[in-house]
């Protein structure tokens, strides 16, 4: 009775499960990082993702009492507020950091050498000293304030077209596109022709050439990095964009080989014999039977291999170099982690410029992402 047709397997809710459980895994992070590119740092460090629609009461940085001078009634009044364009409200302040919440708002504080501190509710100040304050160090004021949600696309900028040396990702984003766009394209070109000599071609030692493309599957390409470098230099194109083209293709060929030639030899035969009793070549066949009936594996294959050099740090390092005018996005993020960890707000931003292409890439192509690699594993 188990195997009654119709009849749904006992494990179809645990697959169904496990499949929005991956997607989950998936999403939620990714949308977390849209959502914390969009907030200051501030926020950031004092709240998670998922309360960037709430208002926090959180631990404002310490903010030194700055000013102009105003002589009132024998005294020295500096007044002003300490968060001028926030809209904040403190609960509790305090001008030292063993004691940050001492006094509530509108409390005075006695400071050294008789001057005295008082800070309202909406972060206004009034500091008075029965002296002059210009010579003197002002103090910090500590502070437990509620602030509303803020939302910014300031990181955005400043990621994209911030002059500021090693912050900006506009040079490395641009150097991504022009690796990755002709290391995706040669090895289809190069990848299509082999593939179509053998599934189609009779010609000695074709068997041969399969076997070592499935071989070569498996080899680690940190194996060739050095070696083929070599070759570079000794040829005249190492360290540039032609040396990082030609080692992506050379890396990426025998997948592109393998999946496009099992995608090839399941098209119809007869299609292909009627063209050539029609007096069709086998470069005609290809150009005008071959690649459009193709296109799912080819589509199949420009998602992998768009996606690995898009995400590559190690053979950019190798092969391309370190310089601001040569370096990928990759290669920019770790230098900002190194540089920059404290400002969560960039490295947000970053990270998701970095992964927005590769998105639009997936979504567009997916549907023949699994008709590509399914190709040929069943007759």
């Given at each position: 009775m188990d195997n009654i047709a119709g009849k749904k397997p006992a494990l179809l809710w645990a697959v169904h499960i496990s499949v929005v459980a991956l997607v989950l895994l998936w999403v939620v992070p990714t949308f977390g990082l849209l959502v914390s590119s969009f907030r200051t740092g501030d926020q950031i460090v004092s709240s998670g993702w998922w309360q960037a629609l709430t208002t926090q009461e959180t631990q404002q940085a310490a903010v030194r009492i700055a000013g102009t001078e105003a002589e009132k009634d024998g005294a020295f009044v500096i007044e002003g507020n300490l968060f001028p364009a926030k809209g904040v409200e403190i609960s509790h302040w305090g001008t030292s950091s063993r004691e940050p919440e001492a006094f509530a708002p509108g409390e005075t504080a006695p400071l050294n050498d008789g001057m005295t501190l008082t800070v309202q509710a909406d972060g206004a100040f009034v500091l008075t000293s029965p002296v002059t304050t210009k010579?003197?160090?002002?103090?910090?004021?500590?502070?437990?304030?509620?602030?509303?949600?803020?939302?910014?696309?300031?990181?955005?900028?400043?990621?994209?077209?911030?002059?500021?040396?090693?912050?900006?990702?506009?040079?490395?984003?641009?150097?991504?596109?022009?690796?990755?766009?002709?290391?995706?394209?040669?090895?289809?070109?190069?990848?299509?022709?082999?593939?179509?000599?053998?599934?189609?071609?009779?010609?000695?030692?074709?068997?041969?050439?399969?076997?070592?493309?499935?071989?070569?599957?498996?080899?680690?390409?940190?194996?060739?990095?050095?070696?083929?470098?070599q070759f570079h230099n000794w040829i005249g194109i190492g360290k540039g964009y032609l040396g990082i083209w030609m080692a992506h293709t050379g890396?990426?060929?025998?997948?592109?080989?393998?999946?496009?030639?099992?995608?090839?030899?399941?098209?119809?035969?007869?299609?292909?014999?009627?063209?050539?009793?029609?007096?069709?070549?086998?470069?005609?066949?290809?150009?005008?039977?071959?690649?459009?009936?193709?296109?799912?594996?080819?589509?199949?294959f420009a998602i992998f291999q768009f996606l690995w050099t898009w995400n590559d740090l190690l053979v950019a390092l190798v092969f391309l170099g370190t310089g601001n005018d040569q370096q990928v996005l990759t290669g920019n993020l770790v230098n900002l982690m190194g540089s920059r960890g404290g400002d969560w707000e960039i490295l947000s931003a970053s990270a998701f410029v970095s992964i927005a292409v590769p998105l639009v890439v997936f979504f567009s192509m997916q549907r023949f992402l699994v008709r590509g690699l399914l190709a040929g594993s069943v007759k």
């Open positions: 010579d003197m160090r002002l103090p910090r004021v500590f502070s437990t304030a509620s602030s509303p949600p803020e939302f910014t696309t300031r990181n955005y900028t400043n990621v994209i077209s911030s002059p500021l040396a090693g912050q900006s990702i506009g040079q490395a984003f641009i150097n991504t596109l022009t690796v990755s766009i002709p290391a995706t394209i040669i090895p289809i070109l190069v990848a299509a022709f082999a593939a179509y000599a053998l599934a189609w071609m009779e010609f000695p030692g074709r068997a041969l050439l399969v076997a070592f493309v499935v071989g070569l599957l498996v080899v680690p390409l940190q194996l060739a990095l050095i070696p083929l470098l890396f990426g060929l025998p997948l592109a080989i393998y999946l496009l030639r099992n995608y090839m030899v399941g098209l119809p035969r007869d299609i292909i014999e009627n063209a050539k009793v029609d007096g069709a070549t086998d470069f005609q066949i290809f150009v005008k039977i071959i690649l459009p009936l193709s296109f799912p594996a080819l589509a199949s």
